[in-house]
């Protein structure tokens, strides 16, 4: 199978117009936060930590510190990420950090590890080392969630 620009790591590009269709990916992040509550409500604490990997632009990131007032660092390599979250984000309680998240050597120290439509770009070792640093970032009792977006019509538009 064939992959596009986009999975072969063009995500600069992806970030820079991703204010074309802002309203839309507001709308579909909202939803998707909604199932964030549903996995986290009762988990994470005020003052809690957590760890998103392939953060783009932070946004369910920002609305967990803002909901449950857990501190966040947030990793993704995307330079327009990075850009178009310190343009849309004041938060005191994130952090984000541009490095590759195979790079990633913090070990058990986060309340919770996500990471949303990131892992589906990696097959094999890469996608099990991936897993593994997941898992090596949240305290023994934390909790981690490996979102993977399902192929729809929905998915492809974003």
Known sequence: MKQSKIE????DKHWKIITFFLGAYETLQKEQF???QQLIDGDLKKNA?????GAGTGWLSQKIAEKYGAKGLLIDSSKEAKTFFQNHNSSPLLHYKRMDAFKFKQKNNSDLVFSDGLIEHFVG?????????????????GKIILMVPRKSKRYQLV
């Open 34 to 36: 909604k199932l964030y």
């Open 8 to 11: 072969k790591g063009n995500w």
């Open 125 to 141: 070792e890469k996608q099990k080392k991936l897993v593994l640093i997941h898992k090596n970032a949240a305290k023994p009792k």
């Open 49 to 53: 930590r957590f760890v998103e990997f």
